[in-house]
């Protein structure tokens, strides 16, 4: 009878460990999003080592893994990455073999204060040259089918999913003849945070779609060598990444904030700007507002640049159903005007990243008209006064100015880089201005 009892009081104590260690649906999303290829490699291994050929430099720097991170805008992997920056992965190329393929965190993977920081848009990447580059270092075709970037540190994912399902079907079977499904390459997209994803209820800077579509999020897996199996292969691995997504928090303001003036700026806050990007704190409320064209007055040309052909498209195909629901892209009226939780570790500012500190977001007059910055992620690269990123006013670009270099300014007279409209601070006194912006360190 003792022995019957202790057998069954030790079968009780090896399952309870079994269920212990089960792994929850966030920490297998995490895991899956850390260390799987979901796409094939874009470039052979060899890419990699030779790309400095492409920088104007006579031999290979020492130090490559920085100044490559540097080249390209990448950062360091808080996990192991093969010694790969933060965004590149080692993938599957040709048969038998391994390449350098790319994978969300190119996008999705920031750095502040020095730290890398997953989940928070890169603001440093400049992809275009990263493809351009690695295509050349491994003998591959460079001339891309259009801009990937305009402007450092922002990109075109718009572009990426209009041009690329113009190549599938419905079903997302691969298509010879690519539909024209009106593309666009001058939207000049900010990344927005992951961790705002949990409050919204429709995502992307418009706020067509779905917060809680997880094939939404699949797009990128569009490479032209990704089957339709591959895709549904897929998706319970990406129900898993969504739920760590929704389980990300916005980082705190490691640097000392002056309580009393936080508490000033609160009731400025909750006077100015509570009704349109929600309420914080022990019961925070987010109202999900679209704010129409005409009031918010920002560039349209994100809004434009997505249209009703790519809107029928997507919503009929595979991405736009999951299970018994249908989750199409509805047309809004305007942009999402986001949650602000960490709002310090996201400069630059606006849908299209043009206002490169909050001071120049809360006063429409002090926004530079064209302006550069070292693209450093340091403490000496960040503006605590003004919260957000030190940057200079910058010349018109010379002629001959390389499209790498160019990139690297942003002038707000250019298509998709306006900076004018969400005027609301302009009334607020400097003083009201300064207690404001120190509020919002709080968030």
């Not at 003849?177 to 705002?196: F, I, K, Q, T, Y």
Request: glycine letters at 8%.
């Amino acid at each position: 009878m003792k022995r019957s009892i202790f057998a069954c009081l030790t079968l009780i104590i090896a399952c309870s460990f079994a269920v212990s260690v089960e792994p929850t649906a966030i920490e297998r999303g995490k895991r899956s999003l850390e260390q799987k290829a979901f796409i094939p490699a874009f470039w052979p291994k060899s890419a990699y080592d030779l790309a400095w050929k492409r920088w104007g430099v006579a031999e290979k720097p020492k130090n490559y893994h920085v100044a490559f991170r540097e080249r390209y805008g990448l950062h360091d992997a808080p996990y192991p990455n093969d010694g790969l920056p933060m965004g590149l992965r080692t993938a599957p190329y040709l048969p038998f073999t391994k390449g350098i393929g790319i994978d969300c965190l190119a996008c999705h993977g920031g750095s502040i204060a020095g730290k890398g920081i997953v989940g928070l848009g890169n603001s440093t990447l400049d992809v275009h040259a990263l493809f351009e580059d690695m295509a050349a270092a491994g003998n591959m075709p460079v001339n891309l089918p259009f801009h990937f970037s305009n402007v450092r540190g922002t990109n075109e994912a718009g572009a990426f999913s209009v041009y690329l399902l113009g190549y599938r079907d419905a079903d997302l079977n691969p298509t010879a003849n690519m539909r024209d499904l009106g593309l666009h390459d001058d939207s000049c997209e900010d990344v927005p945070a992951w961790w705002l994803l949990k409050k919204k209820s429709t995502m992307y800077h418009v706020g067509a779609t779905d917060a809680r579509s997880v094939r939404s999020i699949m797009q990128f897996m569009m490479h032209p060598l990704t089957l339709p199996a591959d895709f549904a292969k897929a998706e319970p691995a990406f129900r898993d990444i969504q739920q760590y997504i929704l389980s990300l928090e916005a980082p705190k303001y490691p640097y000392a904030i002056d309580a009393k003036l936080a508490d000033n700026g609160r009731a400025i806050f909750h006077e100015n700007c509570a009704k349109c990007h929600g309420t914080y704190g022990d019961q925070p409320k987010y109202p999900n507002k679209i704010i129409p064209l005409d009031e918010i007055g920002t560039d349209r040309k994100r809004f434009d640049n997505i249209g009703t052909a790519f809107g029928e498209a997507y919503s009929t195909s595979w991405f736009a159903k999951e299970g018994d629901k249908v989750m199409p892209i509805k047309p809004t009226v305007g942009y999402q005007a986001p949650p602000l939780d960490g709002i310090w570790a996201t400069a630059p500012y606006f849908h299209n990243g043009s206002s490169p500190t909050l001071k120049s977001v809360l006063n429409s007059k002090d926004r530079p008209k064209r302006f550069t910055r070292s693209f450093g992620t340091s403490e000496a690269d960040y503006d605590k006064r003004n919260v957000g990123w030190i940057f200079q006013n910058a010349p018109a670009p010379a002629p001959d100015l390389s499209p790498f270099e160019k990139r690297k300014i942003y002038d707000t007279s250019l298509p998709g880089r306006g900076n004018g409209g969400h005027t609301y601070g302009d009334d607020l006194s400097d003083a009201e201005r300064t207690a404001l912006i120190e509020y919002l360190k709080t968030l």
